[in-house]
């Protein structure tokens, strides 16, 4: 018998066999125990796992087949049907040198000429104008630039180009003023809503990381309000192409000639002609106005369906 005592006790007949202990269920990531008490560590916690994303959800679809191809197939079918009505017509003489020598081009490109030129100095006059008016010292004159463009579109076009007529003479010039006036409205209103509308929070936080003022309307006012402002320009086009048929009656030229034209003469084919071209070019500008709105508006603003 050895002189040392056993390293350890024999075990007891009564004791279970010594064994590997058994495994403690796994704790989420940052989870521990302390005396009974469950604690998770700051800032870690358990993140539900994310769906796959859709294509759908990825990317929001801008422009679909449909709005790209419904409303040009539908003026192209219409234009397509008037043609060929007016190849099998029996004109007379009066209707014949009414189209003859390429009128009808001509007063297309004018009515063209007429909307783009319109167009482009109601948006050189509204849009700034509309920055100034919700810039803090010249805000209190906003109502009255707003009344004053109220009242442009209130007066009817045709007495608002006669009276022009009367000061300014007949020709492009008193019809092109005329179709400024009257389209001014909503490229001013939606400009100054736009701007008004934007969060004030987001021009503090933009003011308090150093941004100059011009950088705040450049990068952060501007383009929250691009789509309302886009709405307006929108309207304005369409307006101004239904307001250039009565150039005509300024000498301005377009597409009112031939309207004219048919009303006076009372040749049904020249003035359905007329009808036909000044619908279709609207749609077709209101088209390409949306098209514009869409792509032009910031990414960060579409809303996702």
Do not use: C
């Not at 007329?274 to 070019?281: N, Q």
């Amino acid at each position: 018998m050895s002189p040392y005592p056993p390293p350890y006790p024999p075990p007891s007949p009564h004791e279970p066999p010594l064994g590997p202990h058994p495994a403690e269920p796994r704790r989420p990531d940052g989870e521990h125990e302390v005396k009974g008490h469950t604690f998770r560590d700051t800032g870690e916690a358990e993140h539900e796992p994310t769906p796959p994303l859709t294509p759908a959800a990825r990317e929001p679809r801008r422009l679909t087949w449909q709005k790209l191809t419904f409303l040009p197939v539908t003026l192209l079918v219409v234009l397509l049907v008037t043609w060929l009505w007016f190849r099998n017509a029996d004109l007379d003489s009066i209707s014949r040198n009414a189209l003859a020598d390429g009128n009808v081009w001509l007063r297309l490109r004018q009515h063209i000429e007429l909307t783009v030129i319109s167009t482009f100095f109601v948006l050189l006059i509204a849009i700034p104008l509309g920055i100034l008016l919700t810039r803090k010292r010249l805000r209190p004159a906003a109502p009255f630039a707003m009344a004053l463009a109220n009242i442009g579109q209130a007066t009817p076009a045709i007495g608002l180009l006669a009276l022009l007529v009367i000061w300014m003479g007949i020709g492009m010039k008193a019809a092109l003023i005329g179709m400024i006036i009257y389209a001014v409205l909503p490229v001013l209103s939606n400009t100054i809503a736009g701007l008004k509308a934007n969060d004030p929070t987001l021009l503090e936080a933009a003011r308090g990381i150093g941004m100059s003022p011009m950088g705040v309307l450049a990068k952060v006012e501007l383009p929250l309000a691009v789509p309302l402002i886009l709405a307006g320009v929108r309207t304005a086009l369409v307006l101004n192409v239904g307001t250039a048929t009565l150039a005509t009656f300024g000498g301005g030229g377009g597409l009112g000639d031939l309207i004219s034209t048919g009303i006076t003469t009372q040749r049904m084919p020249v003035l359905v002609l007329g009808s036909i071209l000044t619908v279709a070019l609207a749609l077709l500008v209101d088209w390409l106005a949306s098209l514009a709105e869409l792509l032009l508006r910031p990414r960060g603003l579409e809303v996702r369906s």
